[in-house]
């Protein structure tokens, strides 16, 4: 759809194609490397036609990329090579483009959950909520999930407010599975996590650990390497919240492991200053 819409002259096609394959690269788990070089590349594309109404929506996924990269001195700032965050938010409040700043709030609200600022991750979803992401079904689909992740792994370190953010996984998940009649390889993996981490939140340890297991194995088949990764960090976390040290390191290793294979050095990092017997 790029190179035709390219080749016909129908730019804003082409470049809308350009934006919908990046935004899909990163669902689908594709290596930080490949969805870096793929994003910059048609992000460059979009600058040149100057299509700016796309490009706009494009630069934070594409600077989320590089700071998942560990090209950025704050992994959860949106500001480095790509885009300035505080600059880009004045211009896009100048210009009145709502959609890009709530894209930006979303892309944030993604590398904060990922690097364990669940506080942070919380409060970027309460402000993407009103919003109702516009655009890409996909994205409208990321900013959900991540939203129901936040809260849940937001309520394993403070109770505060701990029923309305009970009430809002629990609509996130009702929508999730009305969707996962439409494409259950997509999503269910999905479920099948905020499940697990809901469990958990109640006590049931023995039931949720089937839960993370599916979960990965699902995503293990569909080929979603930062979802393998995410069920195993929260499968292995939860076995350490409830004090099952033991248990716990299988499913941390393997994390680390899959967070290494997507190219994400940050959060490598990050795990082995946490789980100093990762590096043993």
Same mark, same amino acid.
């Given at each position: 759809?790029?190179?035709?819409?390219?080749?016909?002259?129908?730019?804003?096609?082409?470049?809308?194609?350009?934006?919908?394959?990046?935004?899909?690269?990163?669902?689908?788990?594709?290596?930080?490397?490949?969805?870096?070089? @793929? =994003?910059?590349? &048609?992000?460059?594309?979009?600058?040149?036609?100057?299509? %700016?109404?796309? *490009?706009? /929506?494009?630069?934070?996924?594409?600077?989320?990329?590089?700071?998942?990269?560990?090209?950025?001195?704050?992994?959860?700032?949106?500001?480095?090579?790509?885009?300035?965050?505080?600059?880009?938010?004045?211009?896009?409040?100048?210009?009145?483009?709502?959609?890009?700043?709530?894209?930006?709030?979303?892309?944030?609200?993604?590398?904060?959950?990922?690097?364990?600022?669940?506080?942070?991750?919380?409060?970027?979803?309460?402000?993407?909520?009103?919003?109702? @992401? =516009?655009?890409? &079904?996909?994205?409208?689909?990321?900013?959900?999930?991540? %939203?129901?992740? *936040?809260? /849940?792994?937001?309520?394993?370190?403070?109770?505060?407010?701990?029923?309305?953010?009970?009430?809002?996984?629990?609509?996130?998940?009702?929508?999730?599975?009305?969707?996962?009649?439409?494409?259950?390889?997509?999503?269910?993996?999905?479920?099948?996590?905020?499940?697990?981490?809901?469990?958990?939140?109640?006590?049931?340890?023995?039931?949720?650990?089937?839960?993370?297991?599916?979960?990965?194995?699902?995503?293990?088949?569909?080929?979603?390497?930062?979802?393998?990764?995410?069920?195993?960090?929260?499968?292995?976390?939860?076995?350490?919240?409830?004090?099952?040290?033991?248990?716990?390191?299988?499913?941390?290793?393997?994390?680390?492991?899959?967070?290494?294979?997507?190219?994400?050095?940050?959060?490598?990092?990050?795990?082995?200053?946490?789980?100093?017997?990762?590096?043993?």
């Amino acid at each position: 759809a790029i190179q035709v819409g390219l080749e016909t002259g129908d730019v804003e096609m082409s470049m809308t194609a350009a934006n919908i394959m990046i935004l899909y690269n990163f669902a689908i788990g594709k290596p930080l490397e490949e969805q870096e070089k @793929v =994003g910059s590349s &048609l992000l460059k594309l979009m600058v040149e036609y100057k299509q %700016d109404q796309i *490009s706009c /929506l494009t630069f934070p996924l594409v600077q989320a990329v590089h700071n998942l990269m560990g090209r950025s001195e704050d992994p959860c700032a949106l500001t480095g090579e790509i885009m300035d965050e505080a600059k880009f938010m004045k211009s896009m409040e100048s210009a009145g483009n709502h959609s890009a700043a709530v894209y930006l709030t979303v892309w944030k609200m993604v590398i904060a959950y990922i690097m364990n600022n669940y506080e942070l991750a919380l409060e970027l979803a309460e402000k993407s909520r009103p919003n109702q @992401v =516009g655009g890409a &079904l996909v994205l409208r689909f990321q900013q959900r999930f991540y %939203d129901g992740l *936040s809260s /849940l792994a937001y309520l394993q370190e403070s109770q505060k407010r701990r029923k309305k953010h009970l009430s809002s996984a629990k609509r996130i998940l009702k929508y999730m599975k009305k969707l996962s009649r439409y494409c259950p390889s997509n999503v269910m993996n999905k479920i099948y996590l905020l499940e697990a981490e809901y469990l958990v939140l109640n006590g049931k340890l023995d039931i949720a650990i089937p839960m993370y297991q599916r979960s990965i194995e699902l995503a293990a088949a569909e080929g979603f390497l930062h979802e393998q990764a995410l069920a195993n960090e929260r499968a292995g976390m939860a076995l350490r919240y409830c004090g099952d040290a033991n248990d716990c390191f299988p499913f941390l290793k393997k994390a680390y492991d899959l967070y290494g294979r997507w190219g994400s050095t940050p959060k490598v990092e990050q795990m082995r200053k946490k789980f100093l017997f990762l590096s043993e």
